[in-house]
């Protein structure tokens, strides 16, 4: 071996750790803590790169002061790049960051483009620092709307992907069915009763928050015990990384049959929740089994996996509270005080987290003094609100910041892991930079992304967490247009030099970037895709709803089309200099696929009042025009990572047994469709490869077909004809969650030249 290959070797697995700023020595436990954060991080780094990154080298430096916010410095010479850091989320987002900047990293849920020099450019970056001492992801839905089905190696680039983004308080909800299994059998809870106890796999986040019981389960122990053992994984690693992870905690949530063991007991049966028909049981804390049944949660939680500092209890996520109108604010503050308490007995030190989404959700309940007497009994700096959906409430303006708890301000954006095109730069970074210079803000100590499911729009996340940390020098530009132009630079890379081009590397630069500002104008200007709850309806799109003739009245999806289809022109044209970055092309496919789904909707509408009017042949060649759209759309789909064949093989590898697999596959299959309750069909709705085909298409198929029949007879009872209608949805929906039909992922050929050819005959049919 050569020697310079030899020394390259040996500095692969060298971390060089700095203690600079301290005046005394280090107790040995606490510089290998150090030692061993830094080695965790630029492993995140190499596992990313898929290969030893000798020429990067970290400096962690340990702060005395336990509330010092964290902060990076990068400086590079030409043999390589220094990052010193005072944690591990400020090391790998400062390397990220920097990076990301000179176009060498772009990584994200559609895949990653990697191009690390060996040597660099000098370089001596400023001291940046974060704007917020927490930055936390992930909302507990996504436990039910993307994570369900994942295996360790998921969860690590998921882990990754945090890291990078300087995540260091990330919630994580996995393995508790282990742990409530244990408890409910101490409180002769049998195994027989909690069969009838758990929600299927793809609902238990709605089942730990106690709005559902035993929906579509039953939940196999083997998937319980993966659980278990993915936790114990998952937590070590974010522990290794310096995350102070959000844990669970008793909410007063038990089953049915606990009413029957302990019948004293003051349980309330709370309301149904949206649309279910099957109520839950909350055990009231002023009962002192309350307190018995959190404190041994805790203890065989912190026995299982390790105590923490965070944990979240959410009793009222959309759930009424059960109180007395004469006593209204006195029980409230009780149920909070309760609560920390029943945390604090067990970890003394803890913060109770909560998630702000009930007091803008239930707002009509939850007014300014139901909010305060909640929070009333509760020691400021052991309560934490997470304030995730201010981009659709602004609660703490109106709850007064919480009265002084620590709370932390974030976004969901993204609502059952649907996946339409959207979110708002501008008032991303208006709204926090709003906060940095507001003087209300009591105990803000956080920013977040709290999305109820991910893999899609990784563009707005990447966005938003660039917004928790200050700009990393002096004068650099932080406007929009100059981010996503280095956001695109590093994601798709230089454009190929071809033969006979016409343009030069620059000019398809520019034509890059101008495409991408009119993608922005037409998209990326909508904080929140209101057209996926329309009237009580579910479904990010006309055609992901289930087929209603009242969809006639909806007016239009937020965005412009014409701006739009002006940046789709415009990237197809440079597409040709990028025919090496699957990352374009997944980028221009999706931008694609929102384009002609909003034009499906606008045909969807057309058709129904055709038949509505008897004009039957008018519509019967409106349903060839958009079958002929699903249809080619859905074959270029299966350009994206994920697809309703993925969704489905995912659960059925998670299984042991043939059957275990027919259910997982049927649980994955219901989640996509029809949820459960009356509400919540097409919630998760995918524009997914096998869903437009598969299932959105049949079922309008099948509404049309039966509209024209109602035509042709001349019905005139409205009533009747939609309560027919959806009879006959219903049931078609139940016999394709029990079809056996085995979908697979096919992968277009030429998917450039299929896109033209939709273009084009979308164009056709608008001709006058």
């Known amino acids: 071996m050569k020697a310079k290959q030899c020394i390259k070797l040996c500095l692969a697995a060298f971390i060089f750790i700095s203690l600079a700023g301290c005046d005394k020595v280090q107790p040995k436990s606490e510089t290998n803590s150090l030692e061993l954060q830094a080695l965790a991080a630029h492993q995140v780094l190499e596992r990313l790169a898929q290969k030893p990154l000798p020429q990067i080298k970290f400096s962690l430096v340990n702060s005395e002061q336990e509330e010092v916010i964290d902060w990076y410095q990068v400086s590079a010479q030409q043999d390589g790049l220094t990052v010193a850091a005072n944690s591990a989320s400020a090391l790998t987002y400062g390397t990220y960051r920097y990076l990301k900047k ?175 028909d099957k109520e839950t049981y909350w055990l009231d804390p002023a009962d002192p089994l309350f307190a018995q049944v959190a404190k041994r949660f805790l ?67 939850w007014d300014h003094q139901s909010i305060a007497a909640f929070l009333s009994k509760v020691p400021n700096e052991q309560a934490m609100v997470h304030d995730i959906g201010n981009d659709r409430y602004q609660v703490w303006q109106g709850a007064n910041a919480f009265h002084n708890k620590q709370w932390v301000y974030g976004f969901i954006h993204n609502y059952g892991a649907s996946n339409p095109i959207y979110g708002d730069f501008t008032f991303y970074q208006q709204q926090v930079d709003g906060l940095l210079s507001a003087n209300n803000t009591g105990q803000l100590n956080g920013f977040g992304a709290f999305p109820e499911g991910i893999d899609n729009n990784s563009v707005v996340y990447d966005f938003m967490y660039d917004l928790a940390w200050q700009k990393d020098n002096a004068g650099e530009q932080n406007d929009v247009a100059t981010w996503l132009n280095r956001h695109t630079a590093a994601r798709y890379g230089k454009p190929e030099q071809l033969e006979e081009a016409s343009l030069t590397v620059v000019q398809v630069e520019q034509k890059l970037q101008h495409a991408w500002q009119l993608i922005a104008q037409s998209v990326y200007g909508t904080k929140y895709w209101q057209s996926r709850w329309w009237q009580g309806s579910a479904g990010a799109y006309l055609l992901f709803k289930r087929p209603n003739v009242n969809l006639t009245q909806f007016v239009d999806h937020p965005g412009d089309m014409l701006t739009l289809k002006q940046g789709i022109t415009a990237l197809l044209a440079v597409s040709p200099y990028y025919q090496q970055s699957p990352l374009f ?59 309703l064949a993925t969704w489905l093989d995912d659960a059925r590898q998670y299984a042991t047994s043939p059957d275990e697999a027919n259910y997982f596959i049927s649980n994955a299959k219901a989640q996509v469709t029809i ?94």
């Not at 920390?340 to 987290?353: D, G």
């Not at 997914?688 to 035509?711: I, N, S, T, V």
């Not at 219903?730 to 992922?745: F, G, M, P």
């Open 102 to 276: 000179i176009g060498a990293m772009s990584v994200s849920w559609e895949g990653s483009r990697i191009d690390i020099p060996e040597q660099f450019s000098p370089y001596s970056g400023d001291k940046t620092s974060a704007n917020f001492k927490l930055r936390s992801y992930l909302n507990v839905c996504a436990y039910g709307y993307s994570t369900p089905w994942w295996q360790w190696q998921r969860w690590q680039q998921e882990i990754d992907w945090m890291a990078i983004h300087g995540v260091n308080n990330p919630v994580a909800m996995e393995g508790q069915e282990y742990v409530w299994q244990a408890l409910w059998q101490e409180f002769d809870i049998s195994d027989e009763e909690l069969t009838r106890y758990f929600s299927g796999p793809a609902f238990t986040p709605w089942h730990r928050m106690g709005n559902v019981e035993a929906h579509r389960g039953v939940l196999p122990q083997s998937w319980i015990n993966k659980k278990h053992q993915l936790q114990v994984r998952i937590l070590a690693r974010m522990r290794e990384l310096g995350m102070d992870p959000v844990l669970p905690a008793f909410a007063g949530y038990v089953p049915k049959a606990f009413l029957a063991k302990f019948p004293q007991a003051k349980i309330y049966t709370m309301e149904p929740w949206s649309g279910f």
């Open 299 to 365: 203890e065989i939680y912190n026995h299982t996996y390790g105590e923490g500092k965070y944990y979240l209890s959410d009793s009222f996520n959309e759930m009424k509270p059960p109180v007395s109108v004469d006593k209204r604010y006195e029980e409230l503050a009780h149920y909070g005080e309760a609560i920390y308490q029943s945390i604090h007995q067990v970890v003394p030190n803890a913060t109770w987290v909560m998630q702000g989404w009930m007091f803008g959700a239930d707002k009509d309940f």
């Open 585 to 643: 092309l997944q980028d221009l496919v999706d931008f694609y696929r929102h384009y002609v789904t909003m034009h499906i909707d606008k045909k969807i509408q057309q058709t129904i009042k055709l038949y509505q009017q008897g004009n039957s042949s008018l519509a019967d060649e409106q349903v060839r025009f958009i079958t002929e759209l699903v249809n080619g759309l859905d074959l270029l789909l299966g350009i994206q990572p994920q697809s």
């Open 675 to 768: 949820w459960g309750g009356d509400s919540l069909k097409d919630y998760a709705s995918k524009a997914w490869q096998g869903m437009y085909k598969d299932f959105y298409l049949p079922r309008w198929h099948l509404f049309f077909e039966q509209l024209k029949q109602h035509a042709q007879r001349k019905d005139t009872s409205e009533q009747q004809n939609s309560q027919t209608l959806e009879k006959a949805l219903i049931t078609w929906e139940k016999n394709w969650l029990a079809d056996s039909v085995h979908y697979r992922q096919t992968i277009p050929q030429q998917p450039v030249v299929l896109m033209k050819s939709l273009l084009e005959m979308l164009a056709e049919q608008e001709k006058p």
